[in-house]
């Protein structure tokens, strides 16, 4: 078993930053692929960004494209989301995740976060 346990959130004017990390822990000796989900009130669960478990290759959803930077550290196997420019829209619980490929879709993955709510006022 893989614990996620994330770190980082609150609360932001628009144009703002903020910095979430998700620190892994247990049966980690497999690098897992590792990404960010959010969910706002009454909407499905979107992908945000992902990043590869070794080759360091990453991809964003549009909406994030060029404001948020995901990144690792495999020593400390810890993922972090880098969130700037954050906008009203951005304001949703926000999920980290991890599994066999870095994919777009929330049920490649094997592990979840405890969530931590981003909030984002205009």
């Known amino acids: 078993q893989v ?3 994330q770190s980082g959130g609150g ?3 628009a144009g703002g930053s903020l910095r979430l990390s998700c620190a892994a822990s247990g049966r980690t ?3 897992y692929a590792m990404a960010w989900f959010r969910q706002a009130p009454g ?3 979107e992908f945000v960004a992902a ?3 070794t080759e360091g290759i990453f991809g964003y959803a549009d909406s994030v494209q060029g404001r948020f930077t995901i990144s690792r550290e495999n020593a400390e196997n810890t993922v972090n989301l880098q969130m700037n420019d954050l906008k ?3 304001t949703a619980a926000y999920y980290c995740a991890a599994g066999r490929h870095a994919l777009r879709y ?3 993955y094997d592990y979840w976060g ?3 709510q981003v909030t984002v006022s205009s």
């Open 51 to 53: 990043i590869s478990s």
């Open 11 to 13: 609360s932001v004017q």
């Open 114 to 116: 405890q969530g931590t």
């Open 106 to 108: 929330s049920s490649s």
């Open 29 to 31: 000796g497999r690098t």
């Open 88 to 90: 009203p829209e951005d």
């Open 43 to 45: 909407k499905e669960r």
């Open 3 to 5: 614990q996620l346990v």
